[in-house]
Nanobody, 125 residues
Framework: QVRLVESGGGLVQAGDSLRLSCAASGRTDVSYAVGWFRQAPGKERAFVAAIGWDGSSTLYADSVKGRFTISRDNAKNTVYLQMNSLKPEDTAVYYC??????????????????WGQGTQVTVSS
């Protein structure tokens, strides 16, 4: 089992930056891809970004391309989501998820096996 804990959320103004972290523990001896998803009030959970095990493959939602960057440090079992030029529409609970069946990044949430509890990001205008 892989346990995930997100951190780094908060209240910021439009144009500001935040860096979210996703720390993994438990069965970190396996290779796994990590995805970030977000859910705004009244909306369905949406894909944000994903990264493969070795960090060479990344995927981004169109809405965050050029503003968000996903990266990972496997020595620290941590995945990061650097969010720049934040907009009010980025307000949501952000979740990280791990996919252990394959280390390849994917946008499909149902392919992820383990989920964190989420961290709130609020962007004021």
């Amino acid at each position: 089992q892989v346990r995930l804990v997100e951190s780094g959320g908060g209240l910021v103004q439009a144009g500001d930056s935040l860096r979210l972290s996703c720390a993994a523990s438990g069965r970190t001896d396996v290779s796994y891809a990590v995805g970030w998803f977000r859910q705004a009030p009244g909306k369905e959970r949406a894909f944000v970004a994903a990264i493969g095990w070795d960090g060479s493959s990344t995927l981004y939602a169109d809405s965050v391309k050029g503003r968000f960057t996903i990266s990972r440090d496997n020595a620290k079992n941590t995945v990061y989501l650097q969010m720049n030029s934040l907009k009010p529409e980025d307000t949501a609970v952000y979740y990280c998820a791990a996919k252990v069946a394959s280390a390849i990044a994917t946008m499909t949430s149902i392919r992820y096996n383990y989920w964190g509890q989420g961290t709130q990001v609020t962007v004021s205008s």
